[in-house]
């Protein structure tokens, strides 16, 4: 299994990036996927999923990423995406796609443990 992110760069304030994440050696339509988070010094985070279908998807709890950032998926090209817009330096981090085996659920789950797959990350560096 492999998850390849790509769409990371430097970017101003205000700005705004598409991350993709093409996954490859799964049954695609079968996972949920989400994308974290990770600024220096910092925890990982959960930044949003969306479920196998693409009908369903869930942000973080806190106000940093609500109305700004927006998860879809293409099933027939193994793709996720995460649309970024008005971003902020505090977005700075790299930023991880993973995926967790959830064929015909609603759920989007928020804890990195139940991914079982992670891609490499890509990074997003927005300045002031």
């Known amino acids: 299994v492999q998850l390849q992110a790509s769409g990371g760069g430097l970017v101003q304030a205000g700005g705004s990036l598409r991350l993709s994440c093409a996954a490859s050696?799964?049954?695609?339509?079968?996972?949920?996927m989400a994308w974290f988070r990770q600024a220096p010094g910092k925890e990982r985070e959960f930044v949003g999923g969306i479920n196998w279908s693409g009908g369903n998807t869930h942000y973080a709890d806190s106000d940093s990423v609500k109305g700004r950032f927006t998860i879809s998926r293409d099933n027939a090209k193994s793709t996720v995406y995460l649309q970024m817009n008005s971003l902020r330096p505090e977005d700075t981090a790299v930023h991880y796609c993973a995926a967790r085996l959830a064929p015909w659920s609603s759920v989007v789950v928020s804890s990195g443990d139940r991914y079982g797959y992670w891609g490499q990350g890509t990074l997003v560096t927005v300045s002031s």
């Open positions: 050696g799964l049954t695609f339509s079968n996972y949920a």
